[in-house]
């Protein structure tokens, strides 16, 4: 018998404080920052940049976590399992997840690194170019995996950025495990084209050998993962897997790859572009929850569409208004 | 003869974090808060307010700090005095004023209360209610007035705020002092309504004692001054008083009010609101860069709320766009 469905999505994932600026592409130039990436840095870098981009505001960040956010926002149940310090940032942190009703327990460090945050540049385009200090994330490790949550939620949500801390792949494997044992179903995101590049056999290997059963994409992450330059070529590798495949396209917006068919949407229509942080976690979020809830998989396009326009038009990657009530606006949460 | 004029503007007030979050008219209620006003708190009710409000955001904040960052953003020359702790929301608050050009070089506490913030409630109806714990601005005091930067400075801006905490309204004294020995003119916000009933007396000294050149002011407060319900009682009040006087009314745009005359613009026309926080702070920036440029009254007025019309726009206290682009655009800026 399964057990109680507590949750409709659990998200794991780096959890990050974003220290967000506007800024002008010749910054991105000078500074030499790989635009619309993510890019891993130190400390020290990590100050120099702080200190000489544009007015910075703190917004709560993280992969996973803006995905559980945008479930929560919806009017779902979600849970986040990620490692903050102890510190005024981790309390941010949590203050800001859990006000959005997602349950968060995994314990702070108390001692060592502090609270990860995100260097975010956002430039006039609306793309976001990060440059991430990992810090406390990098004690997240198998233990904080708490087991009666996993099997307690329809869906767990795993980042691709879970394989840059030393640790936290071994979370995300125990997490699946638990999951898979469950009866559960598990979702990764690919996160990144370059942190696909630097981990392109561990991700095959996951969609081979069936430890991922959702894997959600935009176009760079897909081309990236099966090398090559064309889209459709990716697609039909996609299809081959097995997975159900989720692919963002941006303005373009979205489908669902299977051995059976493609589902397709367009973007949801929006007033201004601002910052695209956020856009395919929120997208994420809506699919999901549309999944958990049994709606039909154009249904889930929709609302995840609808969750990442909301999400790139203002700065931060938390909703700013009830993606409940958007969603019933547009007959979607029925 | 007059010193170099290194600065149009020059604040001092409360160095101020917001802490800010959206949430319904219900939890004011609630938690007993005053709708629209500044309320001071202390440290264990801050953080009951944290836990229990909508997800929050850090943005910096800080009447006359926002006044100074609107100046830099027009293009103006700015600086500002103000006292934040040696903490991690010290250095946002640090990075973000100078990120937008403005001179701050006040020396923060090493040791003592954190960094002040402010818990910030947006309604839906875009009214902010702060709540504010005071933190490390309770070390202001004359000696951080840099006396040099006053005499270089075309205008003080000093908010009544700078009436709270124990030490600052000498600071204010002092750099008033000095400005006018420097044959600088002096310019007072009276900050809120509340304020002006805690310290209505010391606010008509000023005035009546011409320690302060030019007043702004918000209907609310300036009936509050001048204790009566009826607006034009206030302005008539205001008028026999000699200072220049600047009445921002809200949607019906504001005033100029001086012996010899009145001069009226309307509100800068807005897409949507979203947050007044920093309203009047944008208006008073946009003003008084324009005086200190010599344009006319009329212009500085439209200045001013150009500069408003952009913040409310958007959560938090700071311009997102340059005021100096938008002010080009109305062909304002000179």
């Known amino acids: 018998m399964m057990t109680e469905t507590r949750y409709d999505v659990l998200g794991l994932g780096n959890a990050i404080v974003d220290v967000i600026a506007r800024t002008e592409d010749d910054f991105l130039a000078k500074h030499k920052l790989n635009k619309g990436a993510m890019t891993l840095i130190e400390?020290?870098?990590?100050?120099?940049?702080?200190?000489?981009?544009?007015?910075?505001?703190?917004?709560?960040?993280?992969?996973?976590?803006?995905?559980?956010?945008?479930?929560?926002?919806?009017?779902g149940r979600a849970a986040f399992i990620?490692?903050?310090?102890?510190?005024?940032?981790?309390?941010?942190?949590?203050?800001?997840?859990?006000?959005?009703?997602?349950?968060?327990?995994?314990?702070?460090?108390?001692?060592?690194?502090?609270?990860?945050?995100?260097?975010?540049?956002?430039?006039?385009?609306?793309?976001?170019?990060?440059?991430?200090?990992?810090?406390?994330?990098?004690?997240?490790?198998?233990?904080?995996?708490?087991?009666?949550?996993?099997?307690?939620s329809a869906f767990i949500y795993l980042e691709g950025y879970l394989w840059d801390p030393p640790l936290a792949k071994e979370a995300f494997r125990k997490a699946a495990e638990i999951a898979h044992g469950a009866g559960r179903k598990v979702a990764l995101t690919l996160s990144d084209a370059f942190?696909?590049?630097?981990?392109?056999?561990?991700?095959?290997?996951?969609?081979?050998?069936?430890?991922?059963?959702?894997?959600?994409?935009?176009?760079?992450?897909?081309?990236?993962l099966f090398t090559t330059e064309d889209f459709e070529t990716a697609v039909a590798a996609l299809r081959d897997m097995g997975a159900l495949g989720v692919v963002t396209r941006g303005a373009n917006g979205a489908m669902t790859v299977t051995r059976e068919d493609t589902v397709a949407v367009p973007a949801f229509p929006i007033e201004r572009l601002v910052d695209t942080t956020g856009a395919g976690d929120l997208f994420a979020g809506g699919f999901l929850f549309g999944l958990a809830r049994g709606f039909p998989e154009k249904e889930c396009l929709r609302l995840g569409t609808l969750a990442a326009a909301e999400v790139i038009q203002h700065i931060g990657a938390r909703p700013q208004r009830s993606l409940k009530e958007l969603a019933e606006q547009e007959g979607l949460a029925g």
Chains 1, 2 share one sequence.
């Open 82 to 152: 990620g490692k903050v310090r102890q510190d005024t940032l981790g309390e941010l942190f949590a203050q800001n997840i859990r006000a959005f009703g997602v349950d968060f327990e995994t314990l702070p460090a108390t001692s060592g690194p502090a609270t990860a945050r995100s260097f975010i540049m956002v430039t006039p385009d609306g793309e976001r170019t990060m440059n991430t200090y990992l810090g406390a994330c990098q004690g997240l490790g198998p233990d904080d995996v708490a087991e009666r949550a996993v099997t307690m």
């Open 195 to 224: 942190c696909v590049d630097r981990y392109r056999d561990e991700f095959m290997e996951l969609l081979r050998s069936r430890v991922v059963d959702i894997l959600f994409a935009n176009e760079h992450e897909l081309k990236s």
């Open 43 to 75: 400390e020290a870098r990590a100050e120099a940049l702080f200190q000489s981009m544009g007015p910075a505001e703190i917004i709560s960040g993280g992969c996973a976590a803006n995905t559980a956010s945008g479930v929560a926002s919806l009017g």
